[in-house]
T-cell receptor
Framework: GDSVTQMEGPVTLSEEAFLTINCTYTATGYPSLFWYVQYPGEGLQLLLKATKADDKGSNKGFEATYRKETTSFHLEKGSVQVSDSAVYFCAPNQAGTALIFGKGTTLSVSS | EAGVAQSPRYKIIEKRQSVAFWCNPISGHATLYWYQQILGQGPKLLIQFQNNGVVDDSQLPKDRFSAERLKGVDSTLKIQPAKLEDSAVYLC??????????????FGPGTRLTVL
């Protein structure tokens, strides 16, 4: 079945640092790719998504590009803020089915 | 627009007791999911409903877990009897239910279950 591997955390950065969280997946066909975020004390929420090869999803300064040739969907942000501290989940998805989540990567940003 | 509602938010029980969780999805969402999130891991699907029919329950431990979605709206997830390893956050999510590519799933706040 489909699966996903995320970079191990925790990731600890200073404010305004550059962020990359690696995500690679294995899947049949062409899944959609999602990044979900879980802020402390809150539920999971969609951060961004891409539905086909070379698509770039973006939101709140975060970006990720669907790379079919490397089966990757790495999350990046040029300048992180303390408020970005959260757990980030990469998840491929075949239409009409459940999300397949990675273990999550904890990001801690200090001022 | 109201989000996905879940109750209770927290539950503590002894092993071998039973427990039930309730979920009310976003109005008009045909597909409902129950996920289990063990501490330090990503959520894992337990069961997926399309309206009031089961689409996928392959990972549901059916000897102790059961779920229903009567009338295709609210859903309940039950554990009977609970084991220590059932301690987790139980997440309910819903989506419009189409097979449209990139269809977003919306998550509730979850129920944190502790089994002692």
């Amino acid at each position: 079945g489909d699966s996903v591997t995320q970079m191990e955390g925790p990731v600890t950065l200073s404010e305004e640092a550059f962020l990359t969280i690696n995500c690679t997946y294995t899947a049949t066909g062409y899944p959609s790719l999602f990044w979900y975020v879980q802020y402390p004390g809150e539920g999971l929420q969609l951060l961004l998504k891409a539905t086909k090869a070379d698509d770039k999803g973006s939101n709140k300064g975060f970006e990720a590009t669907y790379r079919k040739e490397t089966t990757s969907f790495h999350l990046e942000k040029g300048s992180v803020q303390v408020s970005d501290s959260a757990v980030y989940f990469c998840a491929p998805n075949q239409a009409g089915t459940a999300l397949i989540f990675g273990k999550g990567t904890t990001l801690s940003v200090s001022s | 627009e109201a989000g996905v509602a879940q109750s209770p938010r927290y539950k503590i029980i002894e092993k071998r007791q039973s427990v039930a969780f309730w979920c009310n999805p976003i109005s008009g969402h045909a597909t409902l999911y129950w996920y289990q999130q063990i501490l330090g891991q990503g959520p894992k699907l337990l069961i997926q409903f399309q309206n009031n029919g089961v689409v996928d329950d392959s990972q549901l431990p059916k000897d102790r877990f059961s779920a229903e979605r009567l009338k295709g709206v609210d859903s309940t997830l039950k554990i009977q009897p609970a084991k220590l390893e059932d301690s987790a956050v139980y997440l309910c999510a819903s989506s419009l239910g189409s097979s449209k590519v990139g269809n977003e799933q919306f998550f509730g706040p979850g129920t944190r279950l502790t089994v002692l």
